[in-house]
């Protein structure tokens, strides 16, 4: 994704260097506009990817340290307090990412709605 990004970010600017200064199709069609909308949906994508990582990477500390607490064979209390904060983190962060895709999704169409209809 990193690799899909810079290409699409070096696109649009060697795209952008060969634009007009001013607009002169209506505001729609204007190739800044269509650039912006590009850059607005790799930043999406972008945030998008860091959350997922967060997410995968709460389970992996989460999972690891239920890993390090088993092999210990001993026969004491565990006294791990990072479990619940690990749960509570890997919660909300699986939330964020569904409520980020669902408002990304909805912002999209929106935007494709109010183009056609102008």
Not at 85 to 94: E, G, H, Q, T, Y
């Amino acid at each position: 994704m990193a690799l899909y990004m810079t290409l699409s970010l070096a696109i649009i600017y060697l795209q952008s260097r060969s634009a007009p200064p001013k607009p002169t199709e209506s505001s729609r069609n204007s190739p800044h506009l269509r650039f912006l909308r590009r850059i607005h949906n790799l930043r999406q994508l972008h945030f998008t990817l860091f959350l997922v990582f967060c997410v995968t990477l709460t389970d992996e500390i989460f999972r690891a340290l239920q890993a390090y607490e088993r092999s210990k064979l001993s026969l004491t209390e565990s006294t791990a307090i990072a479990d619940p904060v690990l749960a509570f983190a890997f919660c909300c962060l699986i939330i964020f990412t569904f409520l980020h895709l669902l408002q990304w999704l909805i912002s999209n169409r929106i935007e494709k709605i109010a183009s056609i209809s102008l």
